[in-house]
């Protein structure tokens, strides 16, 4: 089974799940959760860093933080994929 970051809101105002190096949004509402999936071969980790309204991702393969993967996905709790910038606030 590949690596999988699962991220979620428990909070009571929405979260930027924001994915690097790429500069890829997701936007989570209380009780959203959704996972970061690795596309492709080798070991995924994650570094995470979490600010006010935050979470920054870095997606990186075999442990070694300068080989940052090519391809994921973000899903949601029903494994829908889920395109940059959902539910980002103003838009629609």
């Known amino acids: 089974m590949k690596n999988r970051l699962l991220v979620e809101d428990a909070g ?10 790429y500069g890829e949004d997701f936007w989570m509402r209380p009780v959203d959760a959704f996972r970061v999936v690795p596309v492709g071969d080798g070991t995924v980790q994650f570094s995470v860093v979490i600010a006010t309204g935050l979470i920054t991702a870095w997606p990186y393969v075999d442990g070694d933080p300068y080989k940052v993967i090519l391809d994921y996905e973000v ?9 940059c910038g959902h539910q980002r606030p103003g838009d629609g």
């Open 12 to 21: 009571d105002a929405d979260v930027c799940l924001f994915i690097e190096p």
């Open 75 to 83: 899903v949601d709790a029903n494994g829908e994929t889920l395109e």
